[in-house]
């Protein structure tokens, strides 16, 4: 395991916008560039444990062409360009290391057409999941996608985000039909059609899905969406232990049924959860589910999986049968990550993303689990375990090295144990500034220099979101 | 529309090995190389309309290792590499346009590893399609991809090919997991992990499927199966005109249901099925379904659909029950094309594929038709109607080039339509040599110049199945 990732990095140099580019972005911006403090703060600091790394401006764009102009300019004096949806990243994406320019995406965050008819729409990259799902509401028609935060779908495309619904839906990368790219010399191209299925050419939408802004910026996306089901069902039951409640999980996916959701919740992070959103669940091991479909696939669905909780020592369900129930319920795990920072006030979160086959995930959360028992940092785990991906919210005190140190010490065993069970380091957050160390201990030295030649070939002078995914060492003079 | 298609192309220059390199490769490979006639006859031609264009010689791999010592050596030699599966390709992708090499996979057919519990399998490229169902039998799982030829998987991947069940479980896109790829250079990389979901980096494994041979030769392929299901049902049914039949379709698709298959034969491709197969199906318009799911799933599906078909003037079905029945019917769909073949003795297919979103097919189906009632060649019609997709099977005569201009310029009006209606000119065939021209016209000269780029990347002397997808020129001196 590499060991340079086991300390917050710095920014590096001291690169500065020169006039001629400043003086050309405000001519074509006006008062959508912003060299603000402020500004340039909120565009310099995301969810991770790092500390802020400024842009040296902000550029609040408003189309395709404006940001293909943009970006001639970031070419032409050698800026380098980070995009930018909600910052809700957790691994230091969208963090300024090399300087350069923010390109706030919030001004495009339109949705442009919606065929409800061929389960698609068509959208800006700025819009979030939730603002995507208010507009669908009439439709009968959703788009599963939710990450905890509300992230952008620009966000979304560039970290291959997943969440709760993977188990059922997939993630961002079997629900995107097509993206608008722009290239950093400006050149825009369309990488797919509205049809369901294409064998025409290389697939540049998956190429720039968890891309994480370091080959173009993404300015159009065409999704699909599913239909929203007859009969919903919602439950949560507790376990005596965590082993028999990831067992349970392992049953049920085994079993090849098509659940829509499994959420594992440690007891640690049910007591979290329970303060934050003032619920009482039982503080103990937990698993959420969601039953969909129609009113007799649900019940054999309901059926089988009640059978296997009782076998495994479960307790009775604690249903959410109307939608408010249910809301209440996936609201409060979907803010488990902002409730596990209020268990320890003033810290920052370390969360990890591992996700290994189904068959290895009950052996990977209990030797985790005996792992963190000689460790004195706080961390609840919560986890899409229907998928075998786990999260520990590690949480320490930024002020403390030696907690980051353990932190990043507990990391790396949990990866290397990951990936040694033929897992990946992430399953959902990417690789960030982070994960760099990770990724080739995972992919290799030979598949990580594929993946910069392929930069090379698309962004010669390395000004897109530079320094993320992997190291790279480029003369821009 | 560009024009270059429209005739037969024709071998490029007149390469030939040289002595050392022939040399190196025989003292490698032995008695499995050869530059046999009849063996390098056997690898130049597929299943398209195209006449033969030989390779200069035919290696017969057994590793990736191997695999990378012979890469190596073409590499060092310059010789261009095409890999071969099982020849069934239909654009033209296997042709040895610039001579060179074939790399024969059959050798590398081996299952390597089966993980019923993570329901994931990994295989050698050279093994087919029906091989790997039969070696999964005793496990309840099963893999659903099934082009009409039984290709072999690797070739799979190389065209990002579907079928019938691309419907219910898409296409070779969302069930491969990781790929073991070989480059030019002989490096030898892993493209993923068997965790279900990874966000670790580009994709480089939805980058090498569908790239045809162009930017490494894949010799390891993990897959995701899928639980064999509880009851399957099949059932036809016919109507009296095409327009009823596609319109159904729509229907059931827009309903939002899990259907397993739904396939479209107009009134001639039930002709030829009923003369090759020997059954005795109405010649009408007809689609072919099948149910799947638990008892409960199935008569919910069955209820639906037999009110649409109903509706829209459909005759009652005709019932495939029993598993013996079933095989019948699907293997009377997959020998679609060579049952066509039949019709017109001694005649070659072009074989249309084009895909469009639902709501537009149709428009797109009928539109075809009035234009196919213009012309004298004989097209039979079959589609995987519920993904937008159907073939026109045009059978055309090779020593008459007017019938190839004819059924050229029936593709072109095909493709423009599919175009326009923001589709693709092929949804599981790939581009080949066939449909470089229709690349450009769906994706653009932008995004065909970046699918060079990173060809560049990976082969910089364009030695990897050169002259497929889009044209290239290198200097490789």
């Given at each position: 395991m590499s060991a340079e990732m086991m300390v917050p990095v710095q920014r590096k140099g001291s690169h500065r916008l020169s006039e001629a580019f400043e003086k050309a972005v405000r001519e074509l911006l006006g008062a959508r560039w912003s060299q603000s403090e402020s500004v340039r703060e909120?565009?310099?600091?995301?969810?991770?444990?790092?500390?802020?790394?400024?842009?040296?401006?902000?550029?609040?764009?408003?189309?395709?062409?404006?940001?293909?102009?943009?970006?001639?300019?970031?070419?032409?004096?050698?800026?380098?360009?980070?995009?930018?949806?909600?910052?809700?990243?957790v691994e230091g994406h969208i963090l300024a290391i090399e300087g350069g320019i923010s390109l706030d995406m919030s001004r495009m965050a339109r949705v442009l057409d919606i065929h409800a008819?061929?389960?698609?729409?068509?959208?800006?990259?700025?819009?979030?999941?939730?603002?995507?799902?208010?507009?669908?509401r009439s439709t009968g028609l959703f788009f599963p996608i939710d990450p905890g935060a509300d992230a952008s779908i620009g966000g979304m495309c560039a970290t291959a985000a997943s969440g709760t619904n993977a188990v059922r839906y997939g993630t961002m990368r079997e629900n995107v039909l097509a993206l608008t790219v722009v290239l950093i010399d400006?050149?825009?191209?369309?990488?797919?059609?509205?049809?369901?299925?294409?064998?025409?050419?290389?697939?540049?939408?998956?190429?720039?899905?968890?891309s994480e802004g370091t080959l173009g910026v993404i300015t159009e996306i065409t999704l699909r969406l599913h239909p929203q089901p007859e009969q919903i069902l919602a439950a949560s039951c507790s376990f005596p232990r965590i082993a028999d409640a990831v067992d349970t999980v392992v049953q049920i996916i085994q079993y090849g049924?098509?659940?829509?959701?499994?959420?594992?919740?440690?007891?640690?992070?049910?007591q979290a959860i329970n303060a934050y959103s003032k619920l009482d669940m039982p503080e103990q091991p937990t698993l959420f589910f969601e039953f969909a479909g129609s009113p007799a696939?649900?019940?054999?669905?309901?059926?089988?999986?009640?059978?296997?909780?009782?076998?495994?020592?479960?307790s009775d369900f604690a249903w959410a049968e109307q939608q408010e129930d249910r809301n209440r319920l996936w609201h409060a795990r979907h803010q488990a990550y902002f409730a596990a920072l209020q268990l320890k006030p003033g810290c920052r979160a370390m969360a990890t993303d591992v996700c290994v086959p189904i068959s290895r995930l009950a052996e990977c959360v209990e030797a985790t689990v005996a792992d963190l028992a000689t460790s004195a940092?706080?961390?609840?785990?919560?986890?899409?375990?229907?998928?075998?991906?786990?999260?520990l919210i590690m949480l320490i005190d930024p002020e403390q090295p030696e907690e980051w140190e353990?932190?990043?010490?507990?990391?790396?065993?949990?990866?290397?144990?990951?990936?040694a069970m033929e897992g990946s380091c992430t399953g959902e957050h990417g690789i960030g500034?982070?994960?760099?160390?990770?990724?080739r201990d995972q992919a290799g030295d030979d598949a990580v220099d594929v993946m910069r030649s392929l930069k090379q070939a698309l962004d010669p002078l390395n000004l897109m979101n530079p320094g993320k995914i992997f190291a790279t060492q480029v003369a821009r003079d």
């Open positions: 909120h565009h310099g600091r995301d969810e991770s444990s790092y500390p802020p790394m400024l842009p040296d401006g902000v550029a609040f764009v408003e189309s395709s062409e404006e940001v293909s102009t943009v970006l001639k300019l970031c070419q032409a004096h050698r800026v380098p360009v980070i995009p930018f949806g909600n910052g809700s990243s008819e061929d389960f698609t729409v068509s959208v800006q990259p700025g819009l979030s999941r939730k603002q995507l799902n208010e507009e669908l400006g050149r825009i191209i369309r990488t797919g059609t509205r049809a369901r299925k294409s064998s025409a050419g290389y697939d540049l939408t998956h190429l720039f899905i968890g049924m098509a659940i829509s959701r499994v959420e594992f919740i440690d007891a640690l992070a049910v696939a649900v019940q054999e669905q309901v059926a089988i999986v009640a059978g296997l909780v009782a076998e495994a020592g479960g940092i706080p961390a609840p785990i919560v986890g899409h375990v229907g998928d075998g991906n786990f999260h353990e932190a990043e010490r507990i990391n790396h065993r949990l990866v290397a144990r990951a990936i500034l982070h994960k760099m160390g990770f990724l």
